[in-house]
């Protein structure tokens, strides 16, 4: 789409110009398209696992429609931090935020089980967390050394790894406690494969649009099958749709406010991991789509936006928030590196989380065709991790590093019971699985001798390292 009717190509790579209207709202509108089901996913899945009611005249229905049009309004809300700035909060880039992913694994030990009540303490940690977030944006360019490819890409790894369980929940009929009938049927399985298989058709055969939003269209072509199926009815969409508000505001300290220490840990060390995941997303944008290093104003200002917008989305009940990597890769392929075009798509998306009924359509899709885009998404966040993996060089001290992280961590999140005579504080922390990875690699990373990285790796690997150095095979 980076034509000569868009500009030049030197107003393409200057986040300040602004296309001509009549495609800077498509451009935009494609932004919000290739992040929406990610965005209002987690929200989703919280609400499950605090057990809330998924059917349309569930007494819970109204607090899961009022998640998800959190989801929405704050997504966009701190994307404008990132476009517009605010003093030095943002990067003045076409950054697009979104809720995270990453804080899944300590949001839903949390709220398990405990409906609304659960709620306090994890907005709590939103809000807490996301000031703690926003100050990393003093020194994150100084403890980034802590936090190599080894590190954050075995984090990201053990995030998709504790989600894709979800997926498969999802898609055999919802969480089994539940308690669905028809649990791990086949007209269950058939709806998320219709999108499993729907995304990766658009995504591979199709061009432009069509393969940037797959995980939308598999979604909606998942959500026709149902509806020929059965498993969706025109009453309950009517259901869902009038008992929705056309328009309605935030409300502020809605489920409480409780400080929780688990809560609050969990979220602060967590958003390092989103800090970090930020700075590579900047600088993504701006060598993808300007052909240079980010500055570290840039890295600073995002990095604020990150917290400040997690922190004012935990007032309202929304989650935390992120930059979101598929908007980079979005960028890189029109060439478009206006500013201005995403925030033609923050104003759709704060706009969508005013309208409630918004939200009640999106409820009315069956957990089992979510379950096949989750699949996707949890997938690709495991790869995603992989791919940070791909940059280490695997020597016997980066393997040793990896497997004990990996083994503790991953070990926890499989068998919560291990830890069940600690406190529940860190009861909570632990059987994420996510932090105590994290918190073996990076100080294994700082503690180990770095003479270890000099010394072949067959001991350890039984040779399948590839070579002497401990390189990949290929690299």
């Known amino acids: 789409m980076a034509d000569g009717s868009l500009g030049s190509p030197a107003q393409l790579r200057d986040p300040n110009y602004t296309p001509p209207l009549a495609r800077a709202v498509p451009l935009g509108i494609q932004h919000v398209l290739a992040m929406f089901v990610s965005n209002v996913t987690p ?10 009611g998924f059917g349309s005249n569930s007494p819970d229905f109204p607090e899961l429609l009022y998640l998800i049009q959190m989801s929405m309004l704050f997504a966009g809300v701190a994307t404008l931090l990132q476009t517009v700035t605010l003093g030095p909060v943002g990067a003045a880039l076409p950054i697009v935020q979104g809720t995270s992913f990453a804080f899944l694994p300590i949001m839903i030990p949390l709220v398990a089980g405990k409906g609304v009540d659960g709620l306090a303490a994890l907005y709590g940690g939103v809000l807490i967390g996301g000031l703690f977030h926003g100050m990393l944006g003093l ?8 936090l190599p490819p080894l590190v954050t890409g075995l984090v990201v790894t053990m995030i998709g790894l504790a989600l894709v369980k979800v997926g498969i929940q999802y898609a055999a009929g919802g969480v089994p406690a539940m308690g669905t009938p028809e649990y791990g049927s086949l007209l269950n399985w058939s709806a998320a494969l219709v999108v499993i298989f729907a995304t990766l058709g658009l995504k591979f055969f199709a061009r432009g649009m069509l393969s940037v939003s797959a995980v939308l269209l598999g979604l909606v072509l998942g959500y026709i099958y149902a509806l020929m199926m059965g498993m969706v009815t025109f009453d309950a969409i009517g259901t869902s749709w009038s008992r929705a508000a056309s328009f309605a505001l935030p409300v502020p300290f809605k489920y409480g406010f409780e400080l929780s220490f ?4 969990g979220f602060c060390l967590m958003a390092f991991v989103s800090a970090v995941e930020t700075v590579g997303d900047v600088s993504g944008i701006t060598k993808g789509g300007a052909g240079r290093e980010a500055t570290d104003q840039e890295i600073a200002g995002a990095t604020y936006a990150d917290g400040i917008g997690s922190a004012v989305a935990g007032i309202f009940g929304g989650l935390p928030n992120t930059s979101f990597s598929q908007n980079v890769g979005l960028i890189a392929m ?3 590196m206006s500013r201005h075009v995403v925030t033609i798509g923050a104003l759709f998306l704060i706009l969508c989380g005013l309208v409630p009924k918004v939200g009640a359509i999106i409820r009315t899709i069956p957990i089992e065709v979510l379950g096949g885009g989750v699949i996707v998404m949890f997938g690709m966040v495991v790869a995603a991790g992989i791919s940070m993996l791909s940059d280490v060089d695997w020597n016997r001290r980066n393997m040793v590093i990896f497997a004990i992280s990996l083994s503790v961590g991953l070990g926890l999140q499989l068998e919560p019971g291990a830890v069940q005579y600690l406190p529940d504080t860190l009861k909570v922390l632990m059987t994420s699985g996510l932090l105590p990875a994290a918190l073996i690699a990076i100080v294994l990373n700082l503690v180990l001798p770095a003479e270890l990285a000099d010394e072949a790796t067959e001991e350890v690997s039984g040779g399948m390292a590839g070579n002497g150095e401990g390189n990949l095979p290929g690299k």
Do not use: E, P, Q, Y
């Open 139 to 146: 020194v994150i360019g100084k403890v980034r050394f802590a």
């Open 262 to 265: 688990a809560a609050i840990l």
């Open 43 to 52: 929200a989703i899945i919280v609400a499950g696992a605090a057990g809330f």
């Open 334 to 336: 029109t060439g478009v």
